[in-house]
Structures are given as structure tokens and as C-alpha cells.
């Protein structure tokens, strides 16, 4: 079958995933592979700019990996690495730099977030993020980069920066790649408040177990309004809710919509069916997890094959490169 293009996407390692995760970006890196030829990086430099410490970084990008696979990536297909392992990278991300300017840097919403989760740590590594992450895409010849919307202004930024590379050195030697827009639902914690994030203990892991995702589901704010059993609920402002119209029959979905809005089910059953049914949803991806984390060295393989494969892309792209530079 003959492929539409290169999509290159790349994730910070945060260790094991969370339905956050699977329903912002991995159910779609699967979903991609059919149609296109997928470069998926954990970014580990990227997460150098905000740790204090790296003692789990490894355990972290062999967790992430470990999901990434568990959810059906498939590694015969597409390639799946460690930023760190293709250090051409970093020599991309320099020449780059070259023609970026300050001030272009600092009014980019990330980096403005980045200051305000991080006011005591804003280091140079935080201001060049977008550039690393140029990089990133733009040395596998990447055609496609999938992002949210919300994500559109930081996909700019990379054309802008090909642009003004191509300018500078006078010939056509990076490729402006395109936005893909995807579908990213906000998915809110089990506080019903913020995004669903492992630094706010607000989230549910892929791979716990289903008594834990139960636990956890139970733990969920519903409709702040429906303080009794008797009181009639709105499922439209219930987070518990979202989730059933994701991961739950539509039989069950439609019988939720009405019998909340009429007291005819409470908000402790409609979370028990819910954690049924995320568990019914996640039961073949744990038995995948569980059965590749007998063999901890494929998932390394798989890495390190990975590295092999985007080493080669890169260093082709890096030839065009350095002679577009005029480096000897």
C-alpha cells in the first residue's frame, strides 16, 4: 500500500500513560499507521529543561515505550526511538538557532507557559525548546505533524524557521512540514476541574490494575450541583459522563442520559459501570503490557532498532545540511 506521507511525532517521557495519553495522542498514533509512514520519539532532551532530577528518566522512557507498543504501535512499521539516541539532533538544533530570533522565542505561547509552571527555572533550554523541536521534525523529512489547534502556533514556528533557513543559505534544503490537525478532546482529571496530568495525582494509568481503576473512577466528581440521590443530575456537566460516551456501550450511554437527568440512577452506580466498562475497554491492552514486560530487552531492541533506522534519515538530511551551510 502505497503510504500519503512522513508524520513525525514526539512525547516528553512521563512513564506510564494515562487515559490523558491515550485519547490525546497514542490511539491516534495508532490509528495513523495505517496510512502513513510514522516517526514517534520519546524526547527525553526535551524533558531535561523542566527535571530537577533524572534518576526515572530511564524507567520512564522504557515505561512510555512499553505503552506505546502495549496500544498497538507497531515497531516492523514505524519507527520508534529515544531523541537522544540520533544526536544529529543537536547539531540541527545549533545551525537552526543560527536563524531564529530572540524575540520570536519568548512571545511563543509554550515558552510563556513553560515560565509560569516554572518561574525559578527558566533556563536556556526552556527558551530554545521550539527550535530542539524543529529540529525534531524537520530532520526526518517529516510531511505531516499531527497537533491540536491549540498547538497550530508552534507549527509555524517550524515553517517560519525552514523559511528563513532556506532563505539564509539559498537553497531548498528543508521541507516546510504540514499541520495535521487531529481531534483532542480535553480530558479532565478525576477532580472534574483540571486536565488530567500525573503531577496533579488527578489521572488513571493505562496499566493499573482494575481494581485500582475502580478506586479511582469512584474517586470522580460528578455534577457539583447534585448533592442528594434524589436530585436530578445533568450528565452535561459531568465528567464521569464524558467518559461513558468514550469507553461505554451506547446503550449504556443513552440509559445514563436520561435516568441521571430523572434521579433514576445514582452517581455511585453510574461510576461503577463506568470503571466496568473502562476496564472491559483497557482488559486486551494489559494483557499486551503484561506479556511485553516479561521480556523488558525487546522493548530496548525495538528502541535501539528505532535509533538505527531515524540515524539514517537524519544523517541524510544533515549531509544536505552541513553543504547548504558550506561547512568543509
Known amino acids: ?115 509560569r509552571e516554572n518561574p525559578n527555572n527558566i533556563n536556556y533550554g526552556l527558551v530554545g525548546y521550539p527550535v530542539l523541536m524543529a529540529a525534531d521534525i524537520l530532520l526526518y523529512g517529516t510531511d505531516f505533524v499531527p497537533v491540536g489547534i491549540d498547538q497550530a502556533p508552534h507549527l509555524e514556528f517550524t515553517r517560519e524557521v525552514v523559511r528563513s533557513f532556506n532563505y539564509r543559505y539559498g537553497k531548498p534544503v528543508l521541507k516546510e512540514p504540514q499541520m495535521k490537525a487531529t481531534s483532542v478532546p480535553k480530558v479532565l482529571g478525576i477532580d472534574g476541574v483540571q486536565k488530567m496530568s500525573k503531577s496533579l495525582n488527578n489521572h488513571i494509568e493505562l496499566a493499573a490494575t482494575p481494581e485500582e481503576t475502580t478506586q479511582r ?32 456501550p451506547q446503550a449504556d450511554v443513552d440509559m445514563v442520559n436520561v435516568e441521571c437527568r430523572r434521579a433514576g440512577i445514582g452517581c455511585v452506580d453510574c461510576k461503577k459501570l463506568l470503571a466496568k466498562n473502562l476496564n472491559a475497554h483497557l482488559e486486551s491492552f494489559r494483557a499486551r503490557r503484561t506479556d511485553l514486560d516479561k521480556n523488558p530487552a525487546y522493548i530496548w531492541d525495538v528502541l535501539d532498532d528505532g535509533a538505527r533506522r531515524a540515524n539514517v534519515l537524519a544523517e541524510g538530511t544533515m549531509v544536505n545540511v552541513r553543504s547548504a551551510i558550506g561547512l568543509p
Open 1 to 115: 500500500m502505497t503510504k500519503k506521507g512522513r508524520v513525525f511525532s514526539g512525547a516528553r517521557p512521563t512513564g506510564r500513560q494515562h487515559l490523558g495519553n491515550y485519547l490525546g495522542a497514542m490511539r491516534n498514533y495508532v490509528a495513523l499507521q495505517d496510512d502513513y509512514d510514522c516517526i514517534y520519539c520519546v524526547v527525553d532532551v526535551h524533558a531535561l529543561t523542566t527535571l530537577e532530577t533524572t534518576l526515572e528518566l530511564k524507567q520512564n522512557t522504557y515505561d512510555m515505550a512499553l505503552d506505546w507498543l502495549a496500544v498497538g504501535i507497531r515497531p516492523e512499521e514505524s519507527v520508534v526511538f529515544v531523541q537522544s539516541h540520533v544526536p544529529q539532533v543537536m547539531e540541527l538544533h545549533t545551525y537552526l538557532s543560527m536563524v531564529t530570533p530572540l524575540g520570536k522565542l519568548t512571545d511563543l505561547p509554550t515558552f510563556k507557559d513553560k515560565v
Open 217 to 248: 473512577v469512584m474517586q470522580m466528581v460528578t455534577d457539583p450541583a447534585r448533592v442528594r440521590r434524589s436530585d436530578p443530575g445533568n450528565p452535561d456537566v459531568c465528567n464521569v459522563f464524558s467518559l461513558h460516551k468514550i469507553f461505554s
